[in-house]
């Protein structure tokens, strides 16, 4: 193995393997498109044996922010998931903890990004004042619309704006910072999210319609972060020729895997592409198409990662 390639691989495994610490971290709770997977109604190859036997690690799309030393933790996106994934974040952290985070900071008014608030309500969890982040929209959209309407009135979440590129302090180790991308915008606004730590940022972008729509350069924003969670819906048209994409509009793997074609390694290596289709060939680790996305020096965003901040 030459100098080069061992930094690579050393650079890759410091952001996904890395044992948790005092530092603060992000433990990957879901890489999933909003409909999970198996996908409702799919009789192809893809679903088809996990209705039968389904695969613990496919949870749809989630983020945990945990800092140990202040002991506290968040959630990016109230998924489907929920459940587990609010077990999963307890469970991963070293300290005494209640059952809810001590927040949670919702992209977009899309099926996997914001149902999971439903497990709070009296029917389930039933919780108290649970802090929800989002912006004007979403935050209008919970209030105004049932049975969201309901959290609020209950008072079991309490709903607290954030604004586009206006830092919000989590701790004294901890900040994130939400910014408006495009996306389909039916009833809400659609964020992502840049999370800096001490000595590492993240830049979190589940949902984009294509980088070119985007009134930010990626490369740059890339150059200027340690790691990108980044929007990898759709390996290519192929997967999705029985919709119409212009209704679906994502930024295809390969179009992400163009545009940094020409930057070195190091670059192509912070790219984690999360928020897959059931159709996405990367789902399967064995695929040549898997192989492939590696071998071109981009990586795949797997269930349980942890990425040390």
Known sequence: MGPRLLFICLFIFSFSYSQKG????????????????????????????????????????????????????????????????CRELKKTSDFEHGKSPDGIFLTHAHIGHYTGLMYLGKESYNSVSVPVFAMTRMKGFLIKNGPWSQLFKLNNIKLNNINHQEEIKLSNNLSITPFLVPHRDEFSETIGFKINGPK?????????????????NLKQEIKEADLALLDGTFYDSKEVNSRNISEIPHPFIIETMALFKEENNSEKSKINFIHLNHTNPLLDTNSAVFKKVKENGFNVAQYKDIINL
């Open 22 to 85: 005092n530092l603060p971290y992000i433990i990957v709770l879901g890489t999933i498109q909003d409909a999970g997977s198996p996908h409702m109604g799919c009789e192809k190859s893809c679903c088809i044996s996990l209705f039968e036997n389904p695969d613990p690690n496919r949870k749809v799309v989630s983020l945990g922010l945990v800092d140990p030393l202040e002991k506290k933790y968040w959630l990016i996106e109230a998924s489907p998931d929920f459940i587990t994934q």
């Open 200 to 216: 590492k940022s993240v830049l979190f972008i589940p949902d984009i319609d294509k980088w070119g729509k985007w009134n930010k």
